[in-house]
């Protein structure tokens, strides 16, 4: 039984069986032996489930090899499934004997003009199975010969199985233009299949779409939206206040109105649009944040009026993106987008807990120019009794907003008994001060980009997200209003190139020189010449990047308008400004795909984009730039494709209880790279479980018990003792039987409060992951192609003095240009 036979096989047993065909069926002694389909038809026939079960359960208890339990395992749970539906089901019932014909209007037959006809490929496909059937029907009526119909059954069979499933490469069946045709499996799979397009993908009602523009007199949670749009969106809602108002009678005349864009409708439209957001996307949706609710304003023109500071988080600009609107109808919806999605509430970035709303561009550099000293400036060294004192001073034109002057200030904002200080401040920085809420201190630094961001962060800690997103659109507007009058401009003489550049460039070719002589000589095999060419220009380049930044800040006293958009973080990046005045480096070659290594061209452009290039210089250059745009092109599908496969492995991690009571945990220490601390203990366990109590080592007093939330406070306190490891609860450790619990995953980071029960936390990782992922190989595209990479340490310091002894190390004895001896080593390796 179940033994399979060749063709000669076959005949050679029928022919030793001589009166075989003349028995009947039922007949033990009949040697029967049938092909494709019908022969497992009858062995499934003869199946007994529960003695199948019997029987691989008996043989799993004996099986020693791991991978035949796994599939002796795999059967049980089918066997199973049969056993639990034997009402129902019969194992001989998953051969297919009947084929089920779908509808005509799922297979349309379309005529065209010139009497042809457009036909689904379905219909095709049916075709040639009922065209096969009929014609083994009339095969067997007339006896023919088994060769015969033993080939048209494989015909037949071939038929049914491209009609299910036609997207094998080799076997596929074709139309007349040589094109696989579309089977029934065909249309449900994938992204352009049923489920994906029509049922995940429905087109909606009630959206819209368009360019937008920057509305800097918006507030945070307002949105700029073009009156026919708004009209149009909300068109049941109107009609509904003119059959109200009794303007019109039926719903037919009122849609007249609308259509016509009376202006009765102006008013009831600003009426409707009163607490009814709209919601806002910009694709590609990477992240939650890319969908937010927005108060919507009506304006004049065809644009979407977007907040800046909303930006980031879209991470959009205004050359030309486009962005989709949507209404929310429900009122349930309506008090969603109200209460979670509106633009002010959504403050907090979810992957980090860092502010995403962080003034960037014109408002940084604006902010930056009023809170920037300057030396020798009118007024300097006075003093003043109050900041309305300076106010007035600075109207007056008697200092300069760069002044640095001497002012009395409270120590406590929020408790003056504290008493007051002499401050030395200026200006500029007293003006952005009576912004900054009361409950954060004085903030007297220059603002960069790095600066406000933690300024915000102080202000959402305390404060909250109302009082924060007022702060966020008076320093919009501040910084907006001292970018215009600073008047900062670009210009080639703020652009300056050092002195010093010719001299190490001269530097760098005499000792490639040096080098190309020594691996004449045999001294050094290529891979080592083409590795110290590399660094040599790399260390040269990091030189002069250095000089160039030493010598642009100290230019006009830090007030070089390309040193300010660089020091303040609203543009550029030090690689770029190297480039402009100091060399372009070294360029990267474009490498083949999977090559890990990226090849670096080993002449650098010594040039800078001031000089210009030579013509070589610039064709290296294209090469460089091209690579750039390949690269953005080929991997942002890859990216997209990564957070796809990432949510659908994590979408059902929900928090689903409030603890789950495990003693479990992991061990967290501060990451360290060598010597110096990349990221604190603190920082890595703030807003976790902790699993034990934790004791001050010094005192013996309990800092925290175990199962409490570890809060700023906390934090600080165990990164200033001598503690080296806290052990925290972790998702990983998580004992929920579904999904995980709040105190194993902690705080919820854009809200900075412990996780609520329902929040989807494995979506939210998944899009951290993946969304920086796109963002990353967007990159590649702003540097220009330039090779990165640092100079690697060629020196290990130790941290205790001593001798070092070494084993195997061969040198040799050498005369140097000056006419001394020294030694050199040859060995690759020693011990």
Not at 631 to 648: E, Q
């Amino acid at each position: 039984q179940m033994e399979l036979l060749s063709e000669d096989e076959y005949m050679d047993a029928l022919a030793k069986l001589p009166g075989n065909e003349n028995l009947p069926d039922s007949d033990p002694q009949k040697f029967i032996a049938k092909m494709g389909a019908e022969g497992v038809y009858e062995l499934l026939r003869r199946i007994d489930v529960d003695a199948l079960s019997k029987e691989l359960r008996e043989r799993m208890i004996s099986e020693t090899s791991q991978q035949r339990k796994a599939d002796l395992l795999k059967r049980l749970q089918v066997v199973k499934w049969f056993q639990e539906s034997k009402e129902v089901n019969r194992p001989e019932w998953m051969i297919i004997k009947v084929v089920p014909v779908i509808p005509p209007d799922l297979r349309p037959l379309v005529p065209l003009d010139g009497g042809r006809f457009a036909t689904s490929d379905l219909n095709d496909l049916y075709r040639r199975v009922i065209i096969r059937n009929n014609r083994l029907k009339k095969l067997i009526e007339i006896k023919a010969p088994e060769v015969i119909l033993r080939n048209e059954k494989r015909m037949l069979q071939e038929a049914v199985d491209s009609l299910f499933d036609n997207s094998k490469k080799s076997s596929a069946v074709k139309s007349e233009s040589n094109r696989a045709l579309k089977s029934l499996s065909d249309s449900l799979k994938g992204k352009q299949g049923r489920f994906r397009q029509n049922l995940l993908g429905k087109r909606v009602d009630y959206s819209a779409r368009s360019v937008i523009v920057v509305g800097p007199e918006l507030n945070m949670d307002e949105c700029g939206l073009p009156q026919n749009m708004a009209a149009e969106l909300y068109k049941p809602f109107i009609i509904r206040k003119l059959i109200e108002r009794g303007i019109v009678k039926t719903v037919k005349s009122a849609k007249k109105i609308v259509d016509r864009k009376d202006p009765v409708i102006w008013d009831i439209l600003e009426n409707v649009m009163k607490g009814h957001p709209v919601l806002l996307n910009r694709a590609p949706t990477l992240h939650r944040l890319v969908i937010q609710a927005f108060q919507p304003r009506m304006i004049s023109g065809k644009a979407i009026q977007l907040h800046p500071l909303a930006c980031t988080a879209f991470n959009a600009d205004f050359d030309g993106d486009q962005m989709a609107v949507h209404l929310p109808l429900g009122n349930a919806a309506i008090m969603e987008a109200q209460l979670l999605m509106l633009g002010s509430q959504n403050i907090l970035n979810p992957a980090n807990g860092a502010p995403i709303t962080v003034p960037s561009q014109d408002m940084v550099l604006g902010l930056y120019y009023i809170s920037k000293i300057r030396k020798g400036a009118k007024g300097e060294g006075k003093t003043f009794y109050g900041p309305e004192e300076v106010i007035i001073a600075y109207n007056g034109k008697v200092i300069d907003m760069h002044a640095e002057i001497n002012v009395r200030l409270a120590k406590d904002k929020q408790d003056l008994s504290k008493g007051y200080e002499i401050v030395k401040t200026s200006a500029g920085r007293i003006i952005v001060n009576q912004l900054v809420p009361e409950e954060v201190p004085y903030v007297n630094e220059t603002l960069g980009k790095k600066a406000l961001r933690d300024i915000i962060t102080k202000v959402i800690k305390n404060t909250g997200v109302q009082r924060t997103a007022q702060f966020l659109d008076d320093i919009k507007n501040l910084g907006y209003d001292q970018a215009f009058r600073a008047g900062i401009s670009f210009n080639l003489g703020d652009v300056i190139i050092p002195n010093e550049k010719y001299t190490l460039i001269e530097e760098g070719y005499k000792q490639v020189g040096e080098i190309k002589n020594n691996f004449a000589m045999g001294f050094i095999t290529n891979n080592e010449r083409y590795n110290k060419v590399i660094d040599l220009w790399t260390s040269i380049d990091n030189k002069l990047t250095g000089i160039v930044t030493r010598q642009i800040s100290a230019d006009q006293q830090g007030f070089n308008p390309v040193y300010m958009m660089l020091d303040s973080g609203a543009r550029g990046s030090t690689q770029q400004i190297k480039q402009l005045c100091g060399m372009r480096g070294l360029m990267a070659k474009p490498q083949k795909s999977g090559a890990s290594e990226t090849a670096i061209i080993e002449n650098p452009i010594t040039s800078n984009l001031k000089e210009g290039m030579s013509v070589l210089e610039y064709f290296i250059s294209t090469h460089g730039a091209r690579k750039g745009l390949a690269d953005t092109a080929l991997k942002t599908a890859d990216a997209g494709y990564l957070t796809r496969r990432l949510v659908d492995v994590s979408h059902d991690v929900i928090v689903t209880e409030d603890d789950c009571g495990t003693l479990r945990g992991l061990i967290a220490r501060a990451i360290r790279d060598k010597d110096t601390i990349v990221e604190s203990l603190g920082e890595r366990i703030l807003g976790r479980t902790t699993v034990h109590d934790i004791f001050n080592p010094i005192t013996g007093e309990l800092i925290l018990q175990a199962g409490e939330e570890i809060c700023e406070n906390e934090a600080a306190l165990i990164d200033s003792l001598p503690i080296e490891q806290v052990e925290i609860r972790s998702v990983l450790t998580c004992e929920s039987r579904k999904g995980v619990c709040a105190k194993c995953y902690g705080r919820n980071l854009a809200t900075s409060r412990m996780v609520e029960k329902g929040e989807v936390v494995g979506v939210i990782a998944a899009q951290s992951i993946g969304e920086p992922g796109t963002q990353l190989t967007l990159r590649t595209f702003h540097v220009g192609g330039t090779a990165g990479g640092a100079v690697v340490d060629s020196t290990v310091e130790s941290k205790y003095d001593g001798t070092l002894h070494f084993e195997e190390l061969r040198t040799i004895e050498r005369i140097n240009d000056n006419g001394d001896s020294e030694t050199v080593v040859i060995s690759r390796m020693t011990e």
